[in-house]
Nanobody
Framework: QVQLVESGGGLVQAGGSLRLSCAASGRTFNNYATGWFRQAPGKEREFVAA????????YYADSVKGRFTISRDNAKNTVYLQINSLKPEDTAVYYCAVESWNRGQLTTPRHYDYWGQGTQVTVSS
């Protein structure tokens, strides 16, 4: 079992920045990837970014490339999502998730085994 706790969300003006954290506890080794997803009201949960534990490869949705950066601090068992140049359309609940083993696609929510409770990001125009 892996327990995930997100933090760092808040209310920010357009153009601002936030750094979201995803702290993991429990079985924090030999997992495949950590992903960030977001869900806005009335919309489906969508992929934002992912970090492969082996090798450190990163992946991003086209809508956030160049603005979001995912990174991992192994010593702290924490994955971060640095969000810059925030836009009102980035407003959503942001979730982190862990995929225990390679299911072939990092962008699919149902491939992830463990989820945090989410942190709200609200961007005002």
């Amino acid at each position: 079992q892996v327990q995930l706790v997100e933090s760092g969300g808040g209310l920010v003006q357009a153009g601002g920045s936030l750094r979201l954290s995803c702290a993991a506890s429990g079985r924090t080794f030999n997992n495949y990837a950590t992903g960030w997803f977001r869900q806005a009201p009335g919309k489906e949960r969508e992929f934002v970014a992912a970090y492969k534990w082996s090798g450190g490869s990163t992946y991003y949705a086209d809508s956030v490339k160049g603005r979001f950066t995912i990174s991992r601090d192994n010593a702290k068992n924490t994955v971060y999502l640095q969000i810059n140049s925030l836009k009102p359309e980035d407003t959503a609940v942001y979730y982190c998730a862990v995929e225990s083993w390679n299911r072939g696609q990092l962008t699919t929510p149902r491939h992830y085994d463990y989820w945090g409770q989410g942190t709200q990001v609200t961007v005002s125009s």
